[in-house]
């Protein structure tokens, strides 16, 4: 499956933006996806992830609260909603499928990946 992230741009802390991940190639529906941020010099973070039918949706402790994870399996795609951003929030944003059922945090169990799309806020 081919990813391909959207959205991102730059805003005022405070303010929002929605992020997409549209897929190609196969069904998005086989797939848990998340969302991952990086920092340059930093390690991938976790930020959300979604179950392959949207009943379950984990936050990092950061984003609770402020962001949203969904997703249209119809459309083959996933968002999330970023509200509150905070200058914190600053990184490239990476969407990953993951053909495992079973909740994890770890990169590492994300077999395909988007090409990230930057998100910068300003205070």
């Known amino acids: 499956v081919q990813l391909q992230a959207s959205g991102g741009g730059l805003v005022q802390a405070g303010g929002s933006l929605r992020l997409s991940c549209a897929a190609s190639?196969?069904?998005?529906?086989?797939?848990?996806m998340g969302w991952f941020r990086q920092v340059p010099g930093e390690e991938r973070d976790f930020v959300a992830r979604?179950?392959?039918?949207?009943?379950?949706?984990y936050y990092a402790d950061s984003v609770k609260g402020r962001f949203s994870i969904s997703r249209d399996n119809a459309k083959n795609t996933v968002y999330l909603q970023m509200n509150s951003l905070k200058p914190e929030d600053t990184a490239v944003y990476y969407c990953a499928a993951d053909s495992g059922g079973l909740y994890t945090r770890s990169q590492n169990e994300y077999e395909y990946w988007g090409q990230g799309t930057q998100v910068t806020v300003s205070s």
């Open positions: 190639g196969r069904t998005l529906s086989i797939y848990a």
């Open positions: 979604i179950s392959r039918l949207g009943a379950e949706t």
